[in-house]
């Protein structure tokens, strides 16, 4: 179930979207390759579709093949039925039906790496 019992976003989906998305962009690459998992699709391909440039295409299908979400076959990449398609599948629904929660969610999150530089400077009082 993509919802918690009072109608948010489940904590699996949340853990998993802390965990791994970071952006909706890389979502809607999944999910792209998710609906047409019967082609291996090159960057170039993706970029197309996605109507972005061919090198942040790869980025992303990196990413997601670094998940194992993806498999690579040669210079192309497919969908990967993994132990995470049944979370994927969820995350696909909740954000058919509610994009804008799981899009807020995603950008409310903290990136890690800027928030521990941030802290860094922090002056603490003795």
């Avoid at 997601?64 to 498999?71: I, S, Y």
Wanted: charge should be neutral.
């Amino acid at each position: 179930m993509p919802f918690d019992e009072s109608g948010d976003i489940s904590v699996e989906l949340k853990n998993f979207i802390r965990r791994h998305i970071h952006s909706v962009t890389l979502l809607d690459v999944l999910f792209f390759l998710k609906r047409n998992d019967q082609k291996a699709w090159t960057p170039e391909e993706v970029s197309v579709e996605m109507r972005s440039n061919p090198a942040y295409a790869l980025s992303q299908l990196k990413e997601l093949m670094t998940m194992g979400l993806l498999c690579n076959e040669g210079l192309a990449y497919r969908y990967n039925a993994s132990e995470m398609s049944s979370t994927v599948d969820k995350l696909e629904i909740l954000y058919n039906s509610r994009r804008s929660t799981v899009t807020n969610y995603i950008y409310s999150q903290p990136i890690d790496n800027i928030r521990d530089f941030a802290n860094a400077f922090k002056i603490k009082k003795d």
